[in-house]
T-cell receptor, first 109, second 114 residues
């Protein structure tokens, strides 16, 4: 079966750096997405990786290793507003999105 | 105004009732989706549509039906609601012409079935 694994919850301190990991096993691969979802709100797009390597976008970076079935989202200079759930999703060979359950990130002052 | 609008935002109903959740979008996207979100689970695809004449079942379509009334409108119906359909429902759109297939979500419809 297809599976996306990410930690359920993480805690970090304001101003610090946190890395949220995502491992996947899917039928084919056509890209990996990260979305941010604040409590009670809609998910919003953060990043897309289809080739190996690091994509940087401001304070957020996303890394992909297709051979390892692994990605991470790196958040730098954490702010209280970064408290949210972070969803990892993989597009399989049929161009269907398979979603992880999300990682709830708690930022402490 | 939101680009993807869902109504109602909250609904409480009873077992056996028919419920319709509506979604409209002003993004001009051809692709629309209905997802369900439950605590501790990933988003699950219920139905999707790539244009007005195209309707496809997702991974959890049983107990649900959809209608694509126009490019901008995609509604989800529960013909006879049951308690395990209590969840947060999201409509989403995407532009089929882009490489990333980024999804744009509505604000969600929280449904409680008693």
């Amino acid at each position: 079966g297809q599976n996306i694994d990410q930690p359920t919850e993480m805690t970090a301190t304001e101003g610090a750096i946190v890395q949220i990991n995502c491992t996947y096993q899917t039928s084919g691969f056509n890209g990996l997405f990260w979305y941010q979802q604040h409590a009670g709100e809609a998910p919003t797009f953060l990043s897309y990786n289809v080739l190996d390597g690091l994509e940087e976008k401001g304070r957020f970076s996303s890394f992909l290793s297709r051979s390892k079935g692994y990605s991470y989202l790196l958040l730098k200079e954490l702010q209280m507003k970064d408290s949210a759930s972070y969803l990892c999703a993989v597009m399989d060979s049929n161009y269907q999105l398979i979603w992880g359950a999300g990682t709830k990130l708690i930022i402490k002052p | 105004d939101a680009d993807v609008t869902q109504t109602p935002r909250n609904r409480i109903t009873k077992t056996g009732k028919r419920i319709m959740l509506e979604c409209s979008q002003t993004k001009g996207h051809d692709r629309m989706y209905w997802y369900r979100q439950d605590p501790g689970l990933g988003l699950q695809l219920i139905y999707y549509s790539f244009d007005v004449k195209d309707i496809n079942k997702g991974e959890i379509s049983d107990g649900y039906s959809v209608s694509r009334q126009a490019q901008a409108k995609f509604s989800l119906s529960l013909e006879s609601a049951i308690p395990n359909q209590t969840a947060l429902y999201f409509c989403a759109t995407s532009d089929g012409g882009t490489d990333t297939g980024e999804l744009f979500f509505g604000e969600g419809s929280r449904l409680t079935v008693l």
